[in-house]
C-alpha cells in the first residue's frame, strides 16, 4: 500500500503497508526521459499498484496510507504544504492569525464546486469539524479538533476557531480532507454511522479527480474533475490495482502493465539496472519519511518489563537487516522521527546488538533457561510470542526472518505470522489481537505525535495500538503543543526521544530509502523536499505517448 498523498497535504500519521513514494528529502532520478516531448496534453491513464486494498472513501475516519492516498485526489483540504513543506492554502485562500496566537480566521475561496455541482463553503467545513469532535465518530483524527474552544462560520466563505490554550500544529492540522455537509449531514444527525452510507463507497468530493470504481480487492479509478478549481489535471484518469505481492507488481512493471511503484531495495540494486528497464521507467530514490519498527502489545505482562524491551533492542542486529534486507537503501533509526528534520535529536541511547547484554538483562528480568531446546522460561512458561506483519511486503517478512534468528539465539522462540493487509489492520491491530508486530509509520510535518504516544489514545480507533502509557511522554507532548516557540520545542522533543530511547516502547528498526519508480513516458515530474507527487495535477503524457484512449 504506497504511503503518499499526490496533493502534498497535512501529511497524517499513516499506518504504511509498504515504503512510501513520496516524503521529503533528498531525490535522485536515476535517468532523464530520451523522448521527444510536445509539451503538455490532456488525456491517458496512469496505473498505479497497490499491495492492500483501500478501508474506506472517507479518509478522515480511515488510518491507512492507501485510503489517505485516494482521499487526496477525491477531496479538498482547507490547508495543504507546497513543494517546500510550507503551508499553502487550498479551500482556503488566506488566512489570519490573532496577535495572541489563540485564533485562526479562514477566507475560502469562491467557485470551489463539489462534484455534484453544489457549492463548497464554511458550513461545510463547519460540518466536518463538528463530526470530527463527536465522541461516536471511529476516527484517530479527532483529538486535534478537541482543543478548539469555539468555533463558528462568520459568513459563507470565512471560517473562525478560537484555541482554548496555545496549540502549535493548529494550522497544519486543518490539512484535514472536508466533507460535503448537504450529504452526509441528515445522516450523521440521525445517529447512521458514515462507514454504512453510500459516500463511503462511492463518494462525491471537491478535489482534482472524481470517483469512478471501486471493485473490492481488484482496483479503485478515479476520473479527472474538469471544473477543479485549479484546473483540470492532465492525466484523464488514475487507476488503482491491488496486487497483494510485490514480485507480481514488478512483473506487471517489466511488462508495462503499471506506471507507478515502489521497488524493493532488491529491484532496485540488482533487478534494475538493464537498458530496456532505465529506458521505460525513471527510478527515484531519497530518505523516506518514516519508519519501521518492531512493536510489543504492552497489555502483555512479559513485555510490560523494559528490561525485556531493552533484551530485545540489544539481540536485534539492526546492520545486518539494512544491510541484508534494505540493501543498504536506509539507516538505522533511533526514534519515532526523521534524521535532518530540526525537531530530530541523533545523540540519545542505543541499543547496539549485544547477544550477551540482552541475555544478561533477561536473566534480570527472571527469565532462566528451561526448556531442552533452550527457550527460556518464567514461572514455568516459555518465552515464545508470534510477530505479526503484513503481506506483500517482502522487506517485512525478511526481517521478521532476522529478528526471529537472532532471538532464538538469545532464548526466545517467535513464531512468524504474514496476514492480508486488511485483516491485520481490521481483525489483529484495532482489537489489539497481536503480542508483537513489524509495522511502519508514515509521518506528519510537525513533530507533534500525540496521537501515537499519549496514553488517552489506546482505542481501538486510535492509532496508539501498543498501549503505551508513560505519564512523563504524556506531560512532554502536552508541554510540545503549547508553545510556539521551535528553540523551547526542541528542547520538549529532544527528551521525548530520551524518554522513548531508555523505554522501547517499540524497537525502532530503520528509516528506509522511498525508491518509487514511474514509466518514462509521464513527463511534469519535479523532485522537490516534499517528494515527487505534490504536483500530481500537472503530470502528463505527451501525445505521441498516450497509450490509453479511455
Known sequence: MTAFNHISRRGFLSLLGTLPLAACGRTESVIESDATDGGPAYGDTLVEASIGDISGLIPNITSDSASHEIGGLLYSNLIRTDKELRPEGELAERWAVSEDEM???????????????????????????????DPKTPTAYGEPFRQVRRAEVVDPYTYRVTYAKPYAPALLSWGLWILPRHILEPAWKAGVDLRTTRQNR?????????????????????EANPDYFEGRPYLRRVVYRVIPDQSTIFLELKARNIDLATLTPIQYRRQTEFPAFLKAFHRYRYLSNSYAYLGFNLLDPRFQDRRVRQAIAHAINKQEIIEGVLLGLGRPAVGPYKPGTWWYKADVKTFPFDPARARALLAEAGWRCGTADGVLEKDGKPFRFTIRTNQGNAVRQQTAEIIQRRLRAVGIDAKIHIVEWAAFINTFIRKKDFEAIILGWGLGLDPDQYEIWHSSQTGPEELNHISYRNPRVDELLEAGRRTFSQEKRKAIYGELQEVLAEDQPVVFLYVPDALPVVSARVHGIEPAPAGITYNFIKWYVPSSLQRYTR
Open 103 to 133: 485564533t485562526l480566521t479562514f477566507s475560502m475561496r469562491r467557485g470551489v464546486k463539489w462534484h455534484d455541482g453544489e457549492d463548497v463553503t464554511a458550513e461545510d467545513v463547519d460540518f466536518t469539524f463538528r463530526y470530527m469532535i
Open 202 to 222: 462511492s463518494p462525491v468530493g471537491s478535489g482534482p479527480y472524481r470517483f469512478g470504481e471501486w471493485k473490492t480487492g481488484e482496483k479503485i479509478v478515479v
